[in-house]
């Protein structure tokens, strides 16, 4: 049986983004020193969502996470895409200003 861990909660984020496929490549992860080879990762409350391979990175999904709020309003990638086809994503680091908001409606 492999060993358990429960991930710190920004790397459980970090999993579930790449199980969805969001990222690729392996999570950043801050393994215990006790834990090499095949790595079972859980979430808090002790459900299996993947395992991990210490040596190769490799991360393979056992279950769709469940934990966390309003995870009942959780929709796939796929599905977002499904709904959402043109998306206009815009990146803010500041307050918007009024010319800004109008060029954003323009575009969208």
């Not at 006790?34 to 299996?48: F, K, N, Q, S, V």
């Not at 977002?80 to 060029?103: G, I, K, N, S, Y």
């Amino acid at each position: 049986m492999p060993t358990q861990w429960t991930p710190s909660a920004r790397e459980l984020d970090d999993l579930e983004l790449v199980l969805l496929g969001v990222v690729e490549g392996p999570p950043a992860l801050a393994l215990p020193d006790i834990a090499e080879g095949r790595i079972e990762l859980t979430d808090p409350e002790g459900l299996p969502l993947a395992t991990y391979d210490s040596v190769t990175g490799a991360v393979t999904a056992l279950s769709h996470p469940e934990f966390g709020p309003f995870r009942r309003y959780h929709r796939t990638p796929a599905d977002v895409r499904a709904q959402h086809p043109d998306p206009l994503a815009v990146a803010v680091t500041a307050p918007l200003t009024q010319d800004a908001v109008e060029m954003i409606q323009a575009a969208a």
